[in-house]
Every structure is written in C-alpha cells, then in structure tokens.
T-cell receptor, first 114, second 113 residues
Framework: AQKVTQAQTEISVVEKEDVTLDCVYE???????LFWYKQPPSGELVFLIR????DEQNEISGRYSWNFQKSTSSFNFTITASQVVDSAVYFCALSEVSNYQLIWGAGTKLIIKP | DAGVTQSPTHLIKTRGQQVTLRCSPKSGHDTVSWYQQALGQGPQFIFQYYEEEERQRGNFPDRFSGHQFPNYSSELNVNALLLGDSALYLC????????????FGPGTRLTVT
C-alpha cells in the first residue's frame, strides 16, 4: 500500500538558518510522482514541485532545493537561509500511475523566528 | 488569470443538515478534485470529476456526492451532516486526469454544531 511519512511534526529555527524537511514514501509502483506543497496560515495549498520516479536529479529553485533518493525512498526538502515568510505547513505527497489520487503526509509545521 | 475559486469561505451548519460547496477551476483546467482536511492533518481525497463524471473516489461514504458542470465548475454535497464532517474542504483543479500538478483553492471552512 502507498504511504507518505513526514516524521517531523514541527520544526522551529531562527531566521537565516538552513532547514531540511524529511519525506519518506512507500509504493509498489515503479512509476510514480512526488510532490511538495506549502500551506501558509491562509489555508491555500501552494504547489512547489513535482518529480517523477525516473528523474533522480536534485533540483534547486532559489532558496529551495529537493533531494530525491530512490534507494532510501526519500524526497527531502531544504530551505536555505530561511525567512519568516517561509513559516507554513509543508506537505509531501505521492501519486501512482495506477491511481492518480494524491496520498499526503501529515505535514511538517515550520516556524521561522525573526 | 483567475486561480481556483471556492464559495462560501466559511459555513456553519447543524447536525443532520445538508450542505453544498462550490468550486470554479483555474482557467484551462478540466479536472476537479475535492479534499477534506481536518485540523492538523493532511488532506484526504474525496473524489475527482472529469468530463462531468466521477472518475475516482476516496474512502468517503455516499453522504458525500458531487457534480461537475459543462463549464468544469463543480459542487460538493454532503448530506446528514455529522460533527466529524467539520473540516476545511479544498477544491483542486488540473488538466487531464494524470499526475499533473494540482492547483488548490482557498478552501471552505465547514463547522458542524
């Protein structure tokens, strides 16, 4: 069965620190997609990234970077030089090609203190 | 270019009542999915509509039903409301039914008393 685990319930760091959010997934499919979404206090989920299972290249977008490792079934998210505006709940999600429903982790609440 | 819109923003209902939530997808999107998000949890998939038909359904009872209109907008109906139905209901849209990124609306906060 598919499952997404975000073991970190809450992380609190001081502004400008780097922070990594962990995501571990389980799936029997060989083809699947992984996503990260951000949910600020306003409640609207904001799409950050989608990766497919055949592309293990790490990706960097500004202060955000993602590390995808199939060997450990992990898709971790790092924010470099964090800012207060990064405070939000971050969700990792999985989608299999056999069933395109998004399976979500429980989310990690990130608090950036000024 | 308008994103996904939902109405109403907030809603308070009594147990046993019925509620209808509405969603307009992002321009160019033809697939709408609905999610329920309880406080402190990740979203749970309710169902997905494409070409005016329910294509996939999550583990939700028949009290939850939906509809998609020719203009791709969608409604979520919940009958015989229970206290446990209190949650944020999120609508997401995308193109097609594949694993493409979904864009979410701001949600409707439903409180059942």
């Amino acid at each position: 069965a598919q499952k997404v685990t975000q073991a970190q319930t809450e992380i609190s760091v001081v502004e400008k620190e780097d922070v990594t959010l962990d995501c571990v997934y389980e799936t029997r499919d060989t083809t699947y997609y992984l996503f990260w979404y951000k949910q600020p206090p306003s409640g609207e989920l904001v799409f950050l990234i989608r990766r497919n299972s055949f592309d293990e290249q790490n990706e960097i977008s500004g202060r955000y970077s993602w590390n995808f490792q199939k060997s450990t079934s992990s898709f971790n998210f790092t924010i470099t030089a964090s800012q207060v505006v990064d405070s939000a709940v971050y969700f990792c999600a999985l989608s299999e090609v056999s069933n395109y429903q998004l399976i979500w982790g429980a989310g990690t609440k990130l608090i950036i203190k000024p | 270019d308008a994103g996904v819109t939902q109405s109403p923003t907030h809603l308070i209902k009594t147990r046993g009542q019925q509620v209808t939530l509405r969603c307009s997808p992002k321009s160019g999107h033809d697939t709408v999915s609905w999610y329920q998000q309880a406080l402190g949890q990740g979203p749970q998939f309710i169902f997905q509509y494409y070409e005016e038909e329910e294509r996939q359904r999550g583990n939700f009872p028949d009290r939850f039903s939906g509809h998609q209109f020719p203009n791709y907008s969608s409604e979520l109906n919940v009958n015989a409301l229970l206290l446990g139905d209190s949650a944020l209901y999120l609508c997401a849209s995308r193109t097609g039914t594949g694993a493409y990124e979904q864009y979410f609306g701001p949600g409707t906060r439903l409180t059942v008393t």
